[in-house]
């Protein structure tokens, strides 16, 4: 899939359009003061609003790292659903519409402490998610959690 921009500044409309989504959340959080709750319902909301596809996968995610790490808490980053430890995006799923891909991927950040040796996986495309896909997904998402 080629990469088309239309400006010079070398981002896609869609990238554009991420980056301006990453400063509303932005300054909503600072409306809500540290309000779990409410970024927990925006990225509710954020999955609810993803074409089928992507919300069926989102919503296993969003179970996954529920029963998984629940002390994770649950937010939009960069207008995705994300989940966060102390504020710090650990994972995240980004729908293939959102930079209309040809698959999702499920991705962890740094603050995720996955390393394993000198080379491991950060991310994994994502198409759908069967029982298998589920337990290595969980176990990932368990083990982000666990580091401190």
Same mark, same amino acid.
């Given at each position: 899939?080629?990469?088309?921009?239309?400006?010079?500044?070398g981002?896609? @409309?869609?990238?554009?359009a #991420?980056?301006? %989504?990453?400063?509303?959340? $932005?300054r !909503? =959080?600072?409306r809500?003061?540290g309000?779990?709750?409410l970024?927990?319902?925006?990225?509710?909301?954020?999955?609810?609003e993803? @074409?089928?596809?992507?919300? #069926?996968?989102? %919503?296993?995610?969003h179970? $996954?790292? !529920? =029963?998984?790490a629940?002390?994770l808490s649950?937010?939009?980053?960069?207008?995705?659903?994300?989940?966060?430890?102390?504020?710090?995006?650990?994972?995240?799923?980004?729908?293939?519409?959102?930079?209309?891909?040809r698959?999702?991927?499920?991705?962890?950040?740094?603050?995720?402490l996955?390393?394993?040796?000198n080379?491991?996986a950060?991310?994994?495309?994502?198409?759908?998610?069967?029982?298998?896909?589920?337990?290595?997904?969980?176990a990932?998402?368990?083990?982000?959690?666990?580091?401190?």
């Open positions: 899939m080629a990469r088309t921009t239309n400006s010079s500044d981002f896609t @409309p869609e990238e554009r #991420a980056m301006k %989504e990453h400063a509303a959340e $932005l !909503a =959080a600072k809500r003061d309000k779990k709750e970024e927990a319902q925006a990225c509710l909301d954020k999955i609810a993803l @074409p089928d596809a992507d919300r #069926a996968i989102a %919503e296993k995610i179970a $996954l790292v !529920a =029963a998984h629940p002390g649950a937010k939009t980053w960069y207008g995705m659903p994300a989940y966060a430890r102390d504020g710090q995006v650990i994972c995240f799923f980004q729908p293939a519409s959102k930079f209309k891909a698959y999702g991927t499920f991705g962890f950040n740094d603050g995720a996955l390393d394993d040796g080379v491991w950060t991310s994994f495309a994502v198409t759908e998610l069967t029982e298998a896909d589920e337990a290595f997904l969980g990932l998402i368990g083990r982000a959690a666990a580091q401190a």
